[in-house]
């Protein structure tokens, strides 16, 4: 199982992104079922704007079964804004925040990002322990 985050999906459904044709060789050769948050979709779909084909694009790969949707409740948001304290040094944002309670919550440690320097330095609770994330590269 790997989460996706924001940056993939604007590359992937943008064909002017410069890193469209690798996050799309990325995507070819993965097997492993995809998951991601609303929040990732909220600021993709900001980051594509509503008019482009790239939104009509992800709306049909979401719709498609392409991705699954992992949702925030209450304990996890509340995690959520746990993390964005945690690394007030280096501000985490929501969306971030999102994905690492997702990875704590369905036990992966892969995620799909192009923001190397942040989620480099987040680490995925394991019980008492704390993880490195595992991009994809």
Not at 20 to 48: G, N, P, W, Y
Not at 68 to 82: G, N
Not at 120 to 133: N, S
Request: charged residues 25%.
């Amino acid at each position: 199982m790997i989460l996706v985050d924001t940056g993939p999906f604007v590359a992937l459904f943008d064909p002017q992104d410069a890193e469209h044709t690798r996050c799309k060789d990325i995507l070819s050769i993965t097997r492993e079922a995809l998951f991601t948050t609303v929040s990732v979709l909220t600021e993709a779909f900001h980051l594509l704007t509503p008019n482009n084909i790239g939104a009509d694009r992800l709306r049909d790969f979401i719709l498609d079964g392409g991705v699954s949707l992992w949702f925030l409740d209450l304990v996890s948001t509340a995690r959520a804004f746990e993390l964005m304290e945690q690394y007030g040094d280096h501000p985490m944002d929501l969306t971030d925040a999102s994905v690492i309670v997702a990875a704590e919550s369905l036990r992966t440690t892969k995620v799909f990002t192009l923001d190397l320097a942040d989620f480099q330095r987040y680490r995925i609770r394991r019980g008492h322990r704390h993880v490195k994330v595992d991009i994809l590269r």
